[in-house]
């Protein structure tokens, strides 16, 4: 009788690892998928900022010689 309710009990934890690791895989897609967001988000605010840039560069070199000597170097943050 022992040994059933010993197996009883190792079913029932092995039960309740099952669904923990369902919980923690249902988690971790979800994650993944914030994470896959965000990212992408980055990546397209990264492209605007880099645009942007290249806009402002473009009018900085249209503008004349002495109004150049007058604007501060910029430095791209890293």
């Known amino acids: 009788m022992a040994a059933m309710s010993r197996i009883d009990d190792l079913t029932e934890r092995v039960e309740r690892l099952l669904l923990r690791h369902e919980e923690l895989q249902r988690?971790?897609?979800l994650l993944q998928q914030q994470l896959d967001v965000?990212?992408?988000?980055?990546?397209?605010?990264?492209?605007?900022?880099?645009?942007?840039?290249?806009r402002i560069d473009a009018l900085i070199d249209k503008l004349p010689?002495?109004?150049k000597d007058a604007t501060?170097?910029?430095?791209p943050d890293a």
């Open 27 to 29: 988690t971790h897609d």
């Open 38 to 54: 965000t990212t992408h988000e980055r990546d397209s605010l990264k492209a605007r900022l880099a645009a942007a840039r290249a």
């Open 65 to 67: 010689a002495s109004a």
């Open 72 to 75: 501060p170097t910029h430095t």
